[in-house]
């Protein structure tokens, strides 16, 4: 699937990446590490909400389920939006643009996989889902390019290996 989304790709390229599989190792990791730290093993009646920006297929979504949590992701090109209905459903992925997404601020955890290629637009990004993200979320930030969270006091990070911040709470 990785390889004919990326083939059927509809992005600018010059602007956008195709759909790129995450290494599945790297993300277990992550989400054992979020899912440990949100205590989801002492609570396991309680969801918790997980966006994946620029889900592609939805292969993280399927990681994030496996981590008992409730998986949505959107995906502005076409063809690997398509497969990521078939994978998951229509209900819990939906065909956006990143800056025409409007409810960051819903989901207890957000990932992402690096979505720009140029330093500006990608900056511009993280700092705006920095800001949406709520109060107590976490972000799973891989291929960030924006050192800022890490002197941001808004926010902890949660992992000296993976890019996994949590915004604090007043």
Request: glycine fraction near 4%; hydrophobic fraction near 30%.
């Amino acid at each position: 699937y990785s390889r004919q989304a990326q083939k059927e790709t509809q992005n600018d390229t010059t602007r956008e990446y195709p759909f790129i599989a995450m290494d599945t190792r790297q993300v277990f990791e992550q989400m054992g590490i979020v899912h440990k730290h949100l205590e989801m093993d002492k609570n396991p009646r309680e969801t918790r909400s997980f966006l994946d920006i620029g889900c592609g297929i939805g292969n993280i979504m399927l990681i994030a389920e496996q981590y008992s949590f409730d998986a949505y992701g959107f995906e502005k090109d076409e063809y690997p939006f398509q497969l990521a209905t078939k994978l998951i459903d229509t209900e819990h992925v939906w065909q956006k643009d990143i800056w025409e997404f409007e409810d960051y601020d819903k989901f207890d955890v957000i990932y992402y996989f690096r979505p720009l290629p140029d330093a500006g637009p990608q900056t511009k990004f993280e700092l705006h889902v920095e800001n949406k993200i709520k109060e107590g979320g976490i972000l799973v930030a891989n291929r960030k390019i924006s050192k800022d969270i890490e002197e941001d006091n808004r926010f902890k990070k949660l992992s000296e290996e993976h890019p996994i911040w949590q915004k604090k709470s007043k």
